[in-house]
């Protein structure tokens, strides 16, 4: 089994609709991450955390640590934001290497 | 402004020869990974470095050494390339285990590694 499961690994949504991609792990972290990769290829940090609630433009990260659940939402989705989503996490005394789920594909029709 | 630079790009290379691969930053962070992309599969953890000359093993490591004889360089050598080894390899550089910014980690852009 995964450590990190991802779900759904494949997403189509219209623009406009709110998103929600959903991330759950089976370790004790200390922190979680959410990536976006684009076509090109490259990976950008989205958020990080440990607890609670992260906002940022159109995108919102939450976490349950004793769920050990996340969940990454897209409000007014929108063509541009059509990548791959990975959730990783920072096992518990690690050096700080990730854990990664396997992605959401996510592609917005206009 | 990258602060994370991975060379080369793209690269084949034959089966049986050694290959190098670069990774430079200018963040002066303490921590680089080395990680491999496959289909179907998660990024993995190659090798990492916590400090100058301080390097360990990660999750798919057979084939695989690095080195790090300067803060801003980490170098992933395949001593003896195989199939198995064609991957898109992926940089990261973070400044602390215990990241204050809100992401903590950048990424190089990848180098796209065909073994024939």
Sequence with gaps: KNEVEQSPQNLTAQEGEFI???????????ALHWLQQHPGGGIVSLFMLSSGKKKHGRLIATINIQEKHSSLHITASHPRDSAVYICAVRSRGSQGNLIFGKGTKLSVKP | ??????SPRHKVTETGTPVTLRCHQTENHRYMYWYRQDPGHGLRLIHY?????????????DGYSVSRSKTEDF??????ATSSQTSVYFCAISESIWDRTNGGYTFGSGTRLTVV
């Design chain 2, 49 to 61: 470095s916590y400090g100058v000359k301080d390097t360990d093993k990660g999750e798919v490591s």
């Design chain 2, 1 to 6: 402004d990258a602060g994370i630079t991975q």
């Design chain 1, 20 to 30: 929600t991609i959903n991330c759950s792990y089976s370790v004790g972290i200390s």
């Design chain 2, 75 to 80: 170098l992933l050598t395949l001593e003896s």
